[in-house]
C-alpha cells in the first residue's frame, strides 16, 4: 500500500472509533459514587442517594427500564433529582412522569429542583402537577428536615439559578444550623452566593461534564461558563470546608453527542465520623 492509503485507512479507523465511543457515552450510561463525611450525623450512620440529573427526556431501553434496573440495584435512602428532567422542546410529560413513578417504588423520598429547560418548556406546569400527584418533593426555594437511619439532615431546594429563579434566602429560611445541609441546585454557579455556600455539600447538575471532553483540558463548553469551564464535573472542595459535587448527567442538550463523558448518574454517600 502506498501512504496515502495507509494515511486514509489509519484516518476511517479513527474516526470509526470515535464514533463508536461517542455512541457509548451518549447511549449507555453508569453509576458513579462518592462519599462524604461529616461529624453532623451519628458515626454509625450514613445516607445514601441517588442522585440524577438532567436526563433530557432520554430514553434508555423501553420505558427507561435501565435506569428503573439501576436505581433499584442502587438501593438508596432517597432520589434527588436536580434538574432538567425533560428538554425544553419535550411535548409529552409522560415518559418522565412514568420514570419518576417507577422510582416512587424505589424510595418513596425523592425531590426535585427545577432546571433551565423546566422553565423553556411550555407545559412544564403538567410536569409539576404530575410531580406532586406521584408524591414527589419539590422543593421550590424551599427546605425540610429529612431523617434517615437515625441522621437526621437539612436538605434544601432552589428553582433554577441559572435563569435567575432561584430565592437562596428563602431556601435557607428557618434551617437548623446545627444539622448537615444539603443544597440542591441545577446550576453549579449559585455556589458564588454567599447563603448558599453555608451549605456543607451543594449538588448540581447542567454543566453535562462540559458534554464532550478531552485529556487534561476536561470539559469544552458550559451553559454560563461558555469555554473551559471551571466548574465542569465531579467535587470541588472550598475553604470553608463545603463540597460541590456535580453530576454531568443523563441526557445531552443542543447536540446529541457525548465524548469521553459517559452518561451516568450517582450514587452520593455521606457517612458520620466521630
Known sequence: MTKKRWLLLILVIAAVAIGAKSYYDTNVFHTEHVTFTTGEIPADTSIRMLQISDVHNKQFGGDNQALINAAEKADPD?????????DKGTSSMEPMLQLMGSLTNVTEKIYFVTGN???DNPHTQTLLEGLKERGITILDNTNRQVEVNGAVINLAGIDDHYTNHDNVTSAFQGINGEHYTILLSHAPLVVRDETAARADLVLSGHTHGGQVRFPIIGGLISPGEKLLPKYDKGTYQF???SHLYIDSGLGTSVLPVRFLNQSQMTVVTVEGQT
Open 239 to 241: 475553604a470553608s470546608g
Open 78 to 86: 432517597m432520589i434527588v433529582v436536580t434538574g432538567d428532567l425533560v
Open 117 to 119: 429547560h423546566e422553565y
